[in-house]
C-alpha cells in the first residue's frame, strides 16, 4: 500500500485560527463584542494545566478575550459552584470550560448541570447533549468537533461507509458515534460503537472504512484490527518516557502508529492530529457563543 494521507491536524487547526482571527478584526471593525473564553482550572495537575494554557494561548493568539482562573484543589463543591453561579451571570464572559478531572470531593455532574448550557462552550451539559442527539443548532463537544472539520477539511466521504468507534465516554465516543449516523456530511455512516464489553472487537474494528478509536490506552489498534484503505483517526494521548528526548518522554497515541499507517488510507498522528483541532473547536465555539446569546 502506498503511503497514507495524514491527516495535519497542527496545519487544520492553524488555518481555523487565522479564519477566527480575521473574524476577530472584522467583529473589532464594526465595534462587536470581542469573544472573551474563560477557563476554570481546579488544583494543579500537570497534564489539565497543560491544556488549559494551550487553551488560553491560543485565544490570545487570535484576538480573543481570555481569563484563567485558578482555584486551589481544596476548594469545596459549594464555592466551585458558586463561582460558577457567577461565571453564568458575568456578561463579559461568553463561554467557558471547567477544566477535567475535578478533585474527587467535587461531584463532576453537579458542576455540568450548573453552567449555563449557553454558555457551555465544551458542550458537556445535557441541554446541549441532547440538542446534538437532535441534530439541533448547539455546541458540539470540541473533540468530536475537531474530527468533523477534519474530515470535512480533507473531502473525506463518509456517506454509507461503516464508521466504528471505539471508547463510549460522554466527551467523545458516544457523542461521536451519534453525529457519524446523522443525515449530515460528515455523517450518513452506518456506525457500530465499541467499548469494552464488545466481543471480537478486532474482527469489528478490522470491518470499519472508517475507524475512530478513543479508548485511552497507548498503542491498543494494532495493524491486523485495520482493514486494508481505512480512515483512521486517533483520538488517544499518552506520555511515555523517552530519555532521548529533552523533556524526558513523547506523545503517542492509541493506535500503532507505524504498523497501522502501513495499511489505511488516511491516518491523523500524535502529536499534531486531533489535539489541534480539539482546541480549534474551542475556540470555534466561543465565537458561537456570542451568536447564542444575542
Ligand atoms: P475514557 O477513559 O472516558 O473512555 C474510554 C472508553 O474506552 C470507555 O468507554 C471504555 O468502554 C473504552 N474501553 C476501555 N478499554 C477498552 C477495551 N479494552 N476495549 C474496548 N473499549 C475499551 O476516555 P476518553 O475521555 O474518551 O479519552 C480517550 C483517550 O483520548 C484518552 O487517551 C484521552 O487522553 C484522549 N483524549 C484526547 C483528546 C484530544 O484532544 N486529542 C480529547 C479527549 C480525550
Given amino acids: ?43 494543579d495537575d500537570g497534564a489539565s494545566r497543560t491544556y488549559v494554557n494551550s487553551k488560553v494561548k491560543s485565544c490570545e493568539k487570535i484576538g480573543f478575550d481570555s481569563s484563567l482562573i485558578q482555584l486551589d484543589s481544596g476548594i469545596s463543591e459549594a464555592d466551585l459552584l458558586a463561582k ?24 463532576e455532574q453537579k458542576v455540568t448541570l450548573a453552567i449555563d448550557p449557553k454558555k457551555d462552550v465544551d458542550g458537556f451539559h445535557p441541554e446541549n447533549l441532547g440538542r446534538l442527539v437532535l441534530g439541533l443548532p448547539t455546541f458540539v463537544s470540541a473533540t468530536p468537533n475537531g474530527i ?10 463518509t456517506e454509507g461507509k461503516h464508521c466504528v468507534v471505539i471508547g463510549r465516554s460522554h466527551i467523545v465516543g458516544t457523542p461521536m458515534s451519534i453525529l457519524m449516523g446523522q443525515n449530515k456530511n460528515p455523517g450518513n455512516c452506518t456506525v457500530t460503537l465499541a467499548h469494552s464489553r464488545t ?38 494521548i499518552h506520555r511515555i518516557e523517552d530519555a532521548s528526548k529533552k523533556n524526558g518522554f513523547r506523545l503517542i497515541g492509541d493506535v500503532q502508529y507505524d ?8 491516518i491523523t498522528p500524535v502529536p499534531g492530529g486531533v489535539g489541534p483541532m480539539t482546541i480549534a473547536s474551542l475556540m470555534q465555539n466561543t465565537l458561537k457563543a456570542i451568536e447564542l446569546r444575542k
Avoid at 491536524?9 to 473564553?37: C, F, M, R, W, Y
Avoid at 472504512?209 to 488517544?236: Q, S
Fill in 1 to 43: 500500500m502506498s503511503q497514507p494521507v495524514i491527516l495535519d491536524g497542527k496545519a487544520t487547526a492553524a488555518q481555523i485560527k487565522e479564519e477566527l482571527a480575521n473574524q476577530v478584526i472584522d467583529i473589532k471593525s464594526k465595534g462587536g463584542k470581542v469573544p472573551h473564553l474563560a477557563a476554570v482550572l481546579v488544583g
Fill in 84 to 107: 460558577v453561579k457567577e461565571l453564568n451571570e458575568d456578561d463579559s464572559i461568553d463561554g467557558y470550560i471547567v477544566q477535567v478531572p475535578l478533585p474527587e470531593h467535587i461531584e
Fill in 148 to 157: 468533523l472539520e477534519l474530515l470535512k477539511r480533507y473531502n473525506i466521504e
Fill in 199 to 236: 466481543k471480537n472487537l478486532k474482527e469489528v474494528a478490522a470491518s470499519a472504512d472508517i475507524l475512530i478509536v478513543a479508548v485511552g490506552r497507548p498503542n491498543f489498534v494494532t495493524a491486523e484490527m485495520v482493514k486494508e484503505g481505512a480512515v483512521v483517526i486517533d483520538v488517544g
Fill in 259 to 266: 504498523a497501522v499507517a502501513n495499511k489505511c488510507s488516511h
